[in-house]
């Protein structure tokens, strides 16, 4: 089978497509990963095969520019209906489509993923949920598809939701930014809108139960395997910590995209400085900077792998990224989510629901709720058994490689429908 897997240029989002893509690869299948030139060194370090399409986009200026008029989108979905209502489902499918859909998924980048396709003829055609290039792709050669979902699909309850808005609505008033889009993108290689350009003809879920959301369409649940790019474990981390350590870290997308930290790092050191702990605290040179003076108890690196830290931690602190998440869910280590935009708040919610960890929402941010919060995690054996539970929820689900003869069926069934 010929699997042609895409990403957005984003190095995080990539990083949770690769144990699926190395299982197709150790169960003979033949697998090329497509993204624009930015990703190319990622997907061969990686050892995959790159196929550099388009050029690279500009979404991450964008980002910076926007601030929190973009990525306060999915983080106030609460599914009681009190927030995220109709109004702010149209307002976010138009402005999201515009600043983020379209711009990573560019012009040049869609079409020569499809002239790639195209001539290639995959199989089956998988692509991170917001890497709809992949889905124009699988119509264009007329190929199954399917989404790999990094964290719970709340693109597509807000989908969902919005499509059911607008049917209620008079004809001259349903419009659908992200559907335009797609339709004039789907034209330009002479092919018509379908909703399975978005969603996939099925859905490859690495959430746990407990946090997956329903699927639009079939799902297929699978293990999350934390995959961390180029990786060394260095000489200190050899070694039993002589004490408990905790793990601080603002993840890789949040310092390349340069996010404004809603607490600042110096706040963060000085609220656990006179803790008999380890602080094992991942920074870059500038943000090591704009802390100062680093406490005696604090060990900062540029990067260390996650799945090497984790076994050895007591609890990290982190800003609620899917893979800094679900690393730290799979070693059961408990948490403590500094979170405030995208979907970074709903995993920081549902692990708190789950008793696996502790969510600080900004309008409770200070370092006195921040050292409670440490204190509590160290010494409130619950929260320890929560992160347990959670692991265990997380290692029931079938492995990457115990999922290819699922992924095989799929293809041969949804290739069927689509050529008859």
């Known amino acids: 089978m010929r699997v042609l897997m895409t990403s957005l240029a984003v190095e995080a989002h990539f990083n949770g497509t690769v144990p699926l893509a190395w299982a197709l690869r150790a169960a003979g299948h033949e697998v090329r990963f497509a993204s624009q030139p930015a990703l190319t060194r990622a997907i061969t370090q990686a050892g995959l095969t790159a196929v ?11 980002v910076r520019d926007l601030g929190e008029e973009l990525t306060g989108f999915y983080r106030d979905i609460d599914f009681t209906g009190e927030r995220g209502g109709p109004r702010d489902r149209k307002a976010a499918n138009s402005l999201l489509t515009a600043t983020f859909y379209a711009q990573a998924n560019n012009d040049s980048m869609v079409d020569e993923l499809v002239d790639y396709a195209r001539w290639w003829q995959p199989d089956l055609v998988i692509w991170e949920p917001f890497s709809f290039a992949g889905g124009v792709a699988a119509r264009a050669c007329r190929t199954a598809g399917a989404r790999l979902l990094w964290g719970p699909d709340l693109f597509g309850l807000s989908r969902e939701a919005f499509l059911a808005d607008t049917a209620a609505l008079p004809p001259e008033l349903r419009d659908d ?12 290689h002479g092919l018509d809108y379908d909703e399975r350009v978005v969603t996939g003809d099925f859905t ?3 959430m746990p139960e407990g946090v997956r959301l329903p699927s639009l369409n079939e799902s297929v649940p699978m293990r999350y395997v934390p995959y961390n790019g180029v990786s060394e474990v260095p000489d200190w981390l050899r070694e ?7 793990c601080l ?3 890789i997308t949040s310092r390349d995209m340069a996010y404004p930290n809603l607490i600042s790092p110096a706040e ?3 609220a656990v400085a006179d803790l008999d702990i380890e602080i094992v605290a991942t920074l870059n040179a500038a943000q090591a900077a704009e802390v100062g003076k680093l406490p005696d108890n604090t060990r900062v690196v540029d990067f260390v792998p996650l799945h090497a830290l984790m076994p050895t931690c007591a609890a990290i602190i982190h800003h609620g990224g899917a893979g800094t998440w679900s690393t730290a869910a799979v070693y059961g280590v408990p948490q403590l989510v500094v979170a405030g935009m995208w979907d970074n708040v709903y995993r920081a919610q549902r ?6 960890g502790l969510y600080l929402p900004p309008p409770e941010l200070a370092g006195s709720r921040l050292r409670e919060g440490v204190l509590r995690l160290l010494d409130e054996p619950a929260f320890g058994a929560g992160a347990l539970a959670l692991r265990d929820r997380m290692l029931a689900e079938p492995s990457p490689g115990e999922v290819v003869p699922t992924l095989e069926a ?7 429908q689509l050529t008859h």
């Open 249 to 251: 870290t603002l993840g």
């Open 177 to 188: 930014a992200l559907e335009e889009w797609l339709t004039w993108t789907l034209a330009r």
């Open 410 to 416: 799929a293809a041969a069934r949804y290739g069927a």
């Open 268 to 270: 963060l050191f000085d």
């Open 204 to 206: 490859i879920d690495q």
């Open 52 to 62: 550099p399409v388009g050029t690279d986009h500009t979404h991450h200026e964008i």
């Open 351 to 356: 692990l708190s629901d789950l008793g696996a």
């Open 240 to 246: 039993t910590p002589a004490r408990q350590r905790i």
